[in-house]
């Protein structure tokens, strides 16, 4: 009788075995089940354009980075849709005008722009089943307009002049919207009724003036978006922010958000040639004391970069934390375009440029041991007609030579970075 107990003993081991093994493999089938639906979760497509705006990533410039010291990073807002930081800025403006009663939808956004906010209106703007009015000054890259007209935009290009003059690309297209709101209720009144020499006609749905430069959703976009990135990305661990400035908005919101959530960190203004906005934050006026803050007449900018700089104080700069401001030049931004296509692949537009020179004086301020966030707004791809274009730099002696950052005072004798830097006052 004693083998059969011995065979029964058996058995049993053996089915205590392949209970443990069916258990194990349960549940990592289990785990495996789980693991893809949390995958599966994450793979969910987006519902829609607009759900792909934002959560940029946050990327080392390893080139300057190792040139300082420091560590730069650059926010990547030229991977949004439209290919711009603006992105942000339309659906904030487009989505509060229509929460408020401001648009309708099929009706028109009119806006004033030199290119990005106006690409951005236009590629939001049929997601919200509205149409979009551009008018662009006409000494703004071509391939902008190309753009615009291409995305189904109609585009209005104008001479520039200053923002006091009645024929300002910005007053513009102010009147614009409210030439289509008189449409809509003329249309009201009676349906064949349709005021033909309004350039804001093709439908009575009404128009809406986004308004970058004052409207504060512009503002409100960095500051409930990009600046909350940005500290998200960094994991707290951020010693300075830099950025120009041409409504303000970006600059704005993020330097608001990210003093909030750590005082010591240090925000600064980098400003281009005839920006008046480098004499606002360090010495407290816009201009020199010749000049009346507001009543230039004739075009004030003088520089090769586009959508940064200002001579007035907008809505939107106004909620700006600033510690100081540096002085950026033409020749810095093309120079640093160019090596940063060179040694790290990064095809920036003019105002990335502006702003990767304002990271390296940053850098050379704070010294070595620092992290330092910028913006990089755009790619090169609508700047090809000028500020890539080294027959229209050869005009105004920006001709690019440098093989290194020695434009910036590294990596040559150069006892002085180029450009000028003051605390705020």
């Not at 064949?192 to 959703?217: R, T």
């Not at 005082?263 to 606002?280: E, Q, Y």
Request: hydrophobic share 40%; aromatic share 6%.
């Amino acid at each position: 009788m004693a083998p059969p107990a011995r065979t029964t003993g058996a058995t049993v081991t053996l089915l205590s075995i392949l209970a443990v093994l069916s258990y194990v493999m349960i549940n990592n089938s289990r785990s495996r089940s789980k693991s893809s639906s949390r995958k599966a979760a994450v793979k969910k497509p987006s519902i829609g354009l607009v759900a792909a705006i934002g959560n940029t990533p946050l990327i080392r410039i390893n080139s300057l980075s190792d040139a300082t010291g420091c560590e730069i990073l650059g926010k990547s807002e030229f991977l949004n849709p439209g290919g711009s930081v603006k992105d942000r800025v339309a659906v904030k403006i487009i989505e509060e005008a229509l929460e408020c009663g401001a648009l309708a939808r099929g009706g028109v956004v009119t806006e004033g722009s030199a290119g990005s906010t106006a690409i951005s209106l236009a590629t939001v703007a049929p997601a919200y089943g509205c149409r979009c009015h551009v008018v662009i000054p006409d000494d703004a890259a071509i391939e902008k307009s190309q753009i615009l007209e291409a995305l189904g935009a109609t585009v209005e290009r104008v001479r520039p002049v200053s923002i006091t003059h009645k024929e300002h690309f910005v007053n513009i297209a102010r009147r614009r919207a409210l030439e289509a709101n008189e449409v809509a209720l003329k249309h009201q009144a009676t349906s064949n009724d349709v005021n033909h020499h309004s350039k804001c006609s093709a439908d009575s749905k009404g128009g809406f003036f986004a308004d970058q430069f004052e409207n504060l959703a512009n503002y409100r976009a960095h500051y409930e978006g990009t600046g909350p990135e940005i500290w998200e990305q960094v994991g707290g661990k951020l010693d300075a922010f830099v950025a120009a400035a041409g409504t303000g908005g970006t600059v704005a919101g993020v330097s608001q958000f990210l003093k909030e959530k750590k005082s010591s960190i240090k925000c600064f203004l980098i400003d281009p040639p005839g920006s008046g906005l480098f004499n606002k934050v360090t010495r407290g006026v816009m201009y020199t004391t010749q000049e009346a803050e507001g009543r230039r007449l004739k075009n004030p900018f003088d520089t090769v970069t586009e959508g940064i700089g200002i001579n007035r104080l907008t809505e939107n700069f106004k909620m700006a934390a600033l510690d100081g401001a540096f002085r950026g030049s033409d020749l810095e931004a093309v120079e640093m375009s160019r090596y940063l296509l060179k040694k790290d692949g990064l095809f920036v537009g003019s105002s990335s440029a502006m702003n990767c020179v304002g990271a390296v004086k940053v850098a050379q301020q704070m010294g070595p041991g620092h992290t330092i966030v910028t913006i990089l707004c755009d790619s090169g791809m609508r700047h090809l007609s000028k500020f890539y274009n080294e027959k229209y730099l050869a005009q105004y002696g920006l001709t690019p030579t440098a093989s290194g950052l020695e434009f910036l005072g590294i990596g040559a004798d150069v006892k002085s970075v180029n450009g000028e830097h003051a605390p705020k006052r």
